[in-house]
């Protein structure tokens, strides 16, 4: 079946320290790969995306890679900002059927200090 | 552009009570998704209609949720009767086509507590 795997948090880091955020996927078929952010009291945004084996997605200074051979998509940003303090999710969307529903995994919370 | 639409935004029931979500996507995006998304957890798909139709419903759990979609535009979510453990978060989403290429745009949610 299709599933997410993102590492726990929460993560906490000083500002400007570099970020990773680990995302493996268990998928059937091709599926495209997404991070969606949810800041506090705010809905669900697309942060990034890729469609294909070896794409980069990036956005806001963070980007990750599709990787087939590691079954990964992992989330980076060279220099974290305080307002990059929220949840962090990892999400799938099957290749097949011709619809696109996302399947997440369980979130990771960023807190990042002054 | 008007995002996706979601109310009421809190709900506090007892357990064995009824209650509806509505949800008002995007202006002409003909893809509705219902997502459940419990504490602590990622969303978890509910229902997926494309215009009127239901295309995936496979973990909707059938015996006490319903939903429905007027017209192929506003969508209602029902739980019937309620249980302890469906508090969570109800976030509706839309997306201009089902297809893999198609960014799906999420409302604000609605918390539902069950005591």
């Known amino acids: 079946g299709n599933s997410v795997t993102q590492m726990e948090g929460p993560v906490t880091l000083s500002e400007e320290a570099f970020l990773t955020i680990n995302c493996t996927y268990t998928?059937?078929?091709?599926?495209?790969l997404f991070w969606y952010v949810q800041y506090p009291g705010e809905g669900l945004q697309l942060l990034l995306k890729a469609t294909k084996a070896d794409d980069k997605g990036s956005n806001k200074g963070f980007e990750a890679t599709y990787r087939k051979e590691t079954t990964s998509f992992h989330l980076e940003k060279g220099s974290v900002q305080v307002s990059d303090s929220a949840v962090y999710f990892c999400a799938l969307s099957p290749g097949s059927g011709g619809y696109n529903k996302l399947i997440f995994g369980a979130g990771t919370r960023l807190a990042v200090h002054p | 552009e008007a995002g996706v639409a979601q109310s009421p935004r809190y709900k506090i029931i007892e357990k064995r009570q009824s209650v509806a979500f509505w949800c008002n996507p995007i202006?002409?995006?003909?893809?509705l998704y219902w997502y459940q998304q419990i504490l602590g957890q990622g969303p978890k798909l509910l229902i997926q209609f494309q215009n009127n139709g239901v295309v995936d419903d496979s973990q909707l759990p059938k015996d006490r949720f319903s939903a429905e979609r007027l017209k192929g535009v506003d969508s209602t979510l029902k739980i019937q009767p309620a249980k302890l453990e469906d508090s969570a978060v109800y976030l509706c989403?839309?997306?201009?086509?089902?297809?893999?290429?198609?960014?799906?745009?999420f409302g604000p949610g609605t918390r539902l507590t069950v005591t």
């Open positions: 989403a839309s997306s201009l086509a089902g297809g893999p290429g198609y960014e799906q745009y």
């Open positions: 998928a059937t078929g091709y599926p495209s």
């Open positions: 202006s002409g995006h003909a893809t």
